[in-house]
């Protein structure tokens, strides 16, 4: 089943979507010291709300603002201490759709939303605050 962005909530491994890439830092956010993997950090968005997504290793050149991307299993979890980011995983698959024409908003973007336990069900996450309703990384198009 497709997911919205505007509907993920932290901690889960089973994300399909489909959402275009906004902006992409160019240069690594993490780089390949101990053998790990190269990552660079992207603002991808939906009709519905936008979101940090990491890219790994040849995703980083390979993709660029405008392509139009399908996540399939993602998982949108906390990496790297308390970031949160949209991602494929070790499990999931990033697979390049189309380019330049999808409807999407920039905000807002559910990695900068704070989560706190749900007083109902401690076992699930529920929107706490909105640390910034756009992207503290990135600055905004317009």
């Known amino acids: 089943m497709e997911v919205k962005l505007k509907d993920l909530v932290p901690s889960t491994n089973t994300v399909n979507t489909t959402f275009i890439v906004v902006d992409k830092v160019t240069r ?6 101990h053998g790990r993997e190269e990552t660079c950090l992207s603002v991808v968005a939906d009709e519905t709300a936008a979101v940090h997504f990491l ?8 993709l ?21 980011f949209l991602r494929a995983g070790k499990r999931g698959r990033t697979e390049k759709v189309g ?12 990695s900068e939303v704070r989560w706190g336990p ?17 992207s503290q990384v990135f600055e905004p198009l317009h």
Request: aromatic share 8%.
């Open 99 to 110: 380019e330049f024409t999808m409807t999407f908003i920039e905000t807002p973007n559910m």
């Open 55 to 62: 890219l790994w290793g040849t995703e980083c050149d390979a």
């Open 118 to 134: 749900d007083p109902g069900d401690p076992r699930k996450m529920v929107q706490d605050a909105i640390l910034s309703p756009c």
């Open 64 to 84: 660029e603002p405008g392509d139009i991307l399908r996540l399939t299993s993602g998982i949108f979890s906390y990496h790297r201490g308390n970031k949160l």
């Open 28 to 33: 690594p956010a993490h780089g390949n010291a």
